[in-house]
């Protein structure tokens, strides 16, 4: 039996990062309809497949995170979490059910799925699964996020955060500060550095090894609808002051893409491999990694090896973004 901190390691391997595969069958069948495929159980498996056993995938990724419906459906004709494991790349899983409307903070949302989650981590494991996921939402208004948002959904991070290293997953803690609404850079920071040191608060009572846990923040960037775009040194020099409050021990820390460009994710992520920072830097991106691949395919078995191509090109950009780190220590 491996450990979190063995696990961790694995993850967070240099040179690589982790793809979030992960949309719940609701936002797979969207993307999927709107690339013109139909959002059928079936679709949803042969795309996760066609993303999975992208040649030489694991030169770039250590990990991929899978939803619940993936994990019981089969890749090559062998149950997803063997495949990958065969593959060499590390099954995860996102355990959360997701953000749902908080009562008593009208707007806001708290993540769902503690109930019975010790029992689903027992039978994750089971299936082949190493590490798991669960993503808090936050978005930023005049008024919010609210001291009541950032205190329930930092509790809801350290439980399942705590439930996980019982029960032998890595937890991918993921705080996400959606980039929804026209804020400034700067408020993106106050906001996130709020809350990740309630993170922290939460995960320390509830004695979370963080050397046996990922962090999955957003990047500090301006929102969506502000024109000024804020230049990668600039994204790199704001988010290393937010997370240097994280102790030296946490494992490592994968960004999110949170809806940015595919090529900016990566020119942000490669300027944030200039940090002199004790933990290490890499991607678990979403959107920013499969989205060209998706678009390639669109559900044509004759542009199967296109979407391949598109998912691979990605992943290269972005680890050797994430191998400039390597590169530059030892200069
Ligand atoms: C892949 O999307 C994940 C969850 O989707 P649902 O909202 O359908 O549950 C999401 O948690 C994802 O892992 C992260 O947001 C990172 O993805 P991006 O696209 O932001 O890099």
Redesign the pocket.
């Known amino acids: 039996m491996h450990t979190c901190r063995e696990i961790a390691t694995q993850l967070m391997a240099p040179g690589k990062g982790i793809l979030?595969?992960?949309?719940?069958?609701?936002?797979?069948s969207t993307r999927l309809e709107n690339a013109g495929v139909e959002g059928t159980a079936e679709n949803r498996r042969v795309y996760r497949e066609l993303l999975a056993t992208t040649p030489d995938l694991a030169d770039g990724v250590s990990g991929i995170?899978l939803?619940d419906e993936t994990l019981n459906q089969h890749c090559g004709g062998a149950p997803f979490a063997q495949a990958l494991h065969t593959l060499g790349i590390l099954p995860g899983i996102?355990v959360?059910t997701?953000?749902k409307a908080c009562p008593g903070l009208p707007g806001e949302t708290v993540t769902e799925g503690l109930d019975g989650l010790a029992a689903r981590l027992t039978r994750y494991a089971e299936l082949g699964a190493r590490f798991a996921?669960w993503?808090a939402v936050y978005a930023i208004t005049d008024s919010t996020p609210t001291a009541g948002a950032i205190a329930v959904n930092a509790s809801a991070l350290a439980r399942y955060a705590a439930a996980c290293q019982e029960a032998g997953l890595v937890p991918i803690v993921?705080p996400?500060v959606v980039m929804t609404g026209n804020h400034s850079q700067i408020r993106c920071a106050e906001v996130t550095a709020a809350i990740h040191a309630e993170v922290r608060t939460a995960l320390e009572l509830l004695n979370v090894d963080l050397a046996g846990m990922v962090l999955?923040p957003?990047m500090i960037v301006e929102g969506a609808d502000n024109p000024d775009r804020t230049a990668p040194a600039d994204v790199a020099a704001v988010t290393g002051k937010v997370l240097q409050a994280w102790p030296d021990d946490l494992a490592g820390i994968a960004?999110?893409?949170?809806?940015?460009p595919p090529d900016r994710?990566t020119a942000n992520l490669a300027a944030l491999q200039h940090l002199r920072t004790p933990w290490p830097l890499t991607?678990?991106?979403?959107?920013?990694?499969?989205t060209p691949a998706l678009l390639a395919w669109r559900g044509d078995t004759t542009r199967y090896a296109a979407g391949q191509t598109a998912l691979a090109e990605r992943v290269r950009a972005n680890a050797a973004a994430v191998r400039l780190r390597t590169e530059l220590q030892r200069t």
């Open positions: 979030a595969a992960d949309e719940s069958i609701g936002t797979m995170i939803c996102k959360d997701g953000a996921k993503r993921e996400e999955k957003n960004f999110l893409s949170g809806g940015q994710a991607f678990s991106f979403g959107r920013a990694l499969v």
